[in-house]
Structures are given as C-alpha cells and as structure tokens.
C-alpha cells in the first residue's frame, strides 16, 4: 500500500519498483506508444495490498467510492509517488504518456493536470495525457471534459454499463441485466466516439465489450474509433472483424461517390 511504504520509510523503493515495472511495458513497445493508465483501486482491493488494512475504510459499495481522482486529489502524497515513477520511466523512454480514470468532474480533471504539470509531467508531442470515460458525467459533458485540454479518451465500458444501467455485474442475480448491447450503453458509445472526432481527440476502447461483442466493434469502426483494446485471444479475430467493417465502408463510400447527383430542380 503506497501510505504503508510511505510511513515505513520506503518510499523510494517503492517508487523505484513501480517505475521499473512501467519501464518494462516502454521497452517490449519503443518506439511505439504506451499509455500507463494511473491506479485505480477501490478501497476494497486496497486494503488487501500489504498494510492497507492500517490505511482503508469499509465501503458500502466501493465501486462508486474512494477510488480515482478523486483519491489523487485527497492523498497527493501517494499519487505524487506514482508520478514519479511516472518521471523516471520518462527519462529512459519518451514513448509513455498517462490516462488518468473514474473522472467524475472537471474541476477534478482540471486539478489532476495540475498535480502532473507540478510534477514536469506536461502535455507535449512526446507526452500525451488522456481521460478514461466510463462515467455518465463523462457523456453528458463530454465537451466540458475535452475543453479542459486532453489529448484522447478511452472508453471504460464495464464501469460506464454498470453505472448506466444500475446494474452491479458481479452479482449473479444480476447477471443478465449487464449488457453492453443495451440501446442505452451503444448511444453512449456512439457520442463518445463521435464528439471526439468532431474535436480532433483520439478515442479508444479497453474493456470486455470488443472481445465479447463483434457487433459492438464493428459499430465502434463505423463511428470512427482510433483503436480497441481485446483479449489476448481475441486480437486475431477483432482485426478481421475490423478490416471487414472497414472494407465495406470504404466501399459505401466508393459507391456514394459513385452514384451521380440529382441536377437541382430549375427555379420558376
């Protein structure tokens, strides 16, 4: 727990130990992007980390709790650890840039961007910071969110059907009622991808939906999305799923060009 190594007097190996980790990731990919989207624990999967009993509260749903930003804002401290590392990796590669996740406001946004520029972590063509969506604040006020200045948006699905819905999906009582699909969930989807293109902000997806779904990727291309994150065991098949969907747009829109434009009626 990052209080715990705070407290105990070993911050800097924890710092050092996160930041070797992230450092991983940038050198299997250099010189391609990585995104290190910041901690996102809830209390509950805290509190199971070494010491975090000492450090976290029992919620009643801890889903929608302590979690996120808003965690950030509250202990800086201990996201400030996290930035660091976040430094340290950046010195051996500048091919890592950071989503921060569970925004629930935009002076939330606001005030995290200026944790990271404190910290010399600025947006840059080298350093790009990004915004999970996945939730419905996130939706209605899209445009507020991307006003703030942030270089793309990655759709958490699982969390914004949850949240959408009111449906808690890992309860098996439930089960049935978490779905993706729902009219409810692909509106949201679709103004998400949509708005960003209109403002020239990459969007992507990291969720179940895309492995789970075709139907849902193929959607997701039509609208325009930059890339979607998939399972392991998923990545062949999605990428025939997605040069199919792109294949037949392209044709539409081959065929539209194609088809010649009614001469305007002659005025009387």
Not at 32 to 54: C, I, M, P, W
Not at 60 to 76: S, T, V
Not at 127 to 155: C, K, R, Y
Not at 183 to 199: F, W
Request: aromatic content about 8%.
């Amino acid at each position: 727990h990052p209080r715990h190594a705070l407290e105990s007097g070993h911050r800097e190996q924890w710092i050092e130990r996160l930041a070797e980790h992230i450092e991983r990731f940038c050198a299997a990919f250099a010189p391609r992007f990585v995104l290190y989207r910041a901690s996102d624990f809830n209390t509950k999967e805290y509190s199971s980390l070494t010491g975090g009993q000492a450090y976290e509260t029992e919620e009643e749903n801890p889903m929608i709790g302590y979690r996120g930003a808003a965690r950030y804002l509250h202990d800086p401290d201990a996201f400030n650890m996290e930035l660091e590392a976040l430094k340290r990796a950046r010195r051996r590669f500048a091919n890592l840039s950071v989503m921060v996740p569970f925004v629930r406001t935009t002076k939330e946004l606001q005030e995290v961007k200026r944790m990271l520029a404190s910290q010399g972590l600025r947006r840059s063509k080298t350093f790009e910071l990004w915004m999970m969506a996945e939730v419905p604040s996130n939706v209605l006020l899209l445009d507020e969110f991307l006003d703030v200045g942030i270089d793309g948006v990655s759709i958490g699905s699982n969390d914004l059907t949850q949240l959408l819905l009111g449906v808690d999906r890992n309860n098996p009582t439930l089960a049935e009622l978490f779905d993706e699909r729902s009219p409810a969930v692909m509106m949201a989807l679709e103004h998400i991808v949509t708005t960003c293109k209109r403002r020239g902000v990459k969007v992507s997806i990291c969720c179940q939906a895309p492995s789970e779904y075709p139907e849902i990727t193929r959607k997701l291309v039509e609208w325009g999305i930059d890339s979607v994150s998939v399972s392991p065991d998923m990545i062949d098949e999605t990428r025939r799923i997605v040069a199919d969907a792109e294949r037949r747009l392209a044709h539409e829109h081959e065929e539209r060009a194609r088809k010649p434009r009614m001469p305007a009626a002659p005025h009387s």
